[in-house]
């Protein structure tokens, strides 16, 4: 199976990031990531024989998770504005929380024996791949959404398909508090 850690965003936010795509002139070929696939990733797993022993390390790390506000602000893109490869909206608020699960997912994964990351890890939601030609960045584009609220990690199954991925929600951590 193959696995990746997420924050799950809600359908409101999913609905006006979705409408972003109407604003954005381009003559690239850009592959639109689906409304309800969108997500804030923490760690792609990749290939994995079972998930026992992740969903005990995201157990534990979501034991520590305390309910926090993210607010999602602005364009960005990767590797760089000038050579958009892919488009993404930024987290404003509850971008250090979710900095530390990130550190915290990826301390408790190596255990596994997971590789860490060897770059910056920047909290996003991808909104875009460009597949063909030169996506000019939309810089004329002030995006900002209301905050919502976070309280778990959320581990996908992602299966891919012809049309694009299909996520499956295999866990989420901890379960929801009141």
Do not use: C
């Not at 909104?127 to 939309?138: D, E, Q």
């Amino acid at each position: 199976m193959r696995l990746f850690t997420a924050i799950e965003i809600p359908k409101e936010s999913r609905e006006s990031i979705r409408n972003l795509e109407n604003l954005i002139d381009t003559n690239a070929s850009v592959k639109w990531v689906e409304k309800e696939n969108l997500h804030i990733t923490l760690k792609f797993l990749g290939e994995v024989e079972s998930s026992s022993p992740i969903e005990e390390i995201l157990a534990d790390v979501g034991k520590g998770v305390e309910p926090f506000y993210i607010s999602l602000k602005n364009l960005g893109a990767f590797p760089s504005e000038s050579n958009v490869r892919v488009l993404w909206v930024g987290v404003d608020k509850g971008s250090d929380v979710i900095k530390d699960l990130f550190r915290n997912i990826e301390d408790g994964l190596a255990q596994l024996g997971f590789q860490k990351e060897n770059k910056n890890f920047t909290p996003h939601i991808t909104i875009g791949r460009v597949k063909k030609g030169k996506l000019l960045f939309p810089s004329h584009i002030d995006f900002s959404y209301e905050p919502f609220l976070a309280d778990k990690i959320t581990l996908f199954e992602s299966t891919l398909t012809p049309k694009g991925p299909i996520y499956t929600v295999s866990g989420r951590f901890p379960e929801v508090k009141s």
